[in-house]
């Protein structure tokens, strides 16, 4: 099977820095589109960013220009870098990938989330 394990979650005062990674391992055939959502306590989640296998990135408006997202294909790895945190920033954030797996010879695609990883933006 397939399993995507996130980190680089923490502690960090407003306007610092952090970085997510999420690393996709099992018997993967290739990763079409990867992303990073979050949910905040009483909200429902929200897609923060998304990059598809050409590279071609969709971030949500409120972290246009402090948020980065990036990927390297040969890890199967997608990253988060977060710039200018803000306190509403805080929330668990999840990584998301479209997994081509095999199947008895037959190519599918199935949607794969991570556990989460806690980011808290607070002085």
């Known amino acids: 099977q397939v399993q995507l394990v996130e980190s680089g979650g923490g502690l960090v005062q407003p306007g610092g820095s952090l970085r997510l990674s999420c690393a996709a391992s099992?018997?993967?055939?290739?990763?079409?589109?990867m992303g990073w959502y979050r949910q905040a306590p009483g909200k429902k989640r929200e897609l923060v960013a998304h990059?598809?296998?050409?590279?071609?990135?969709t971030y949500a408006d409120s972290v246009k220009g402090r948020f980065t997202i990036s990927r390297d294909n040969a890890k199967n790895t997608v990253y988060l870098e977060m710039n200018t945190l803000k306190s509403e920033d805080t929330a668990i954030y999840y990584c998301?990938?479209?997994?081509?797996?095999?199947?008895?010879?037959?190519?599918?695609?199935?949607?794969?989330w991570g556990q989460g990883t806690q980011v808290t933006v607070s002085s």
């Open positions: 998301n990938a479209d997994v081509v797996i095999s199947l008895a010879l037959i190519k599918r695609t199935y949607k794969y």
């Open positions: 099992g018997s993967i055939v290739s990763i079409d589109a």
């Open positions: 990059i598809i296998s050409a590279g071609t990135t």
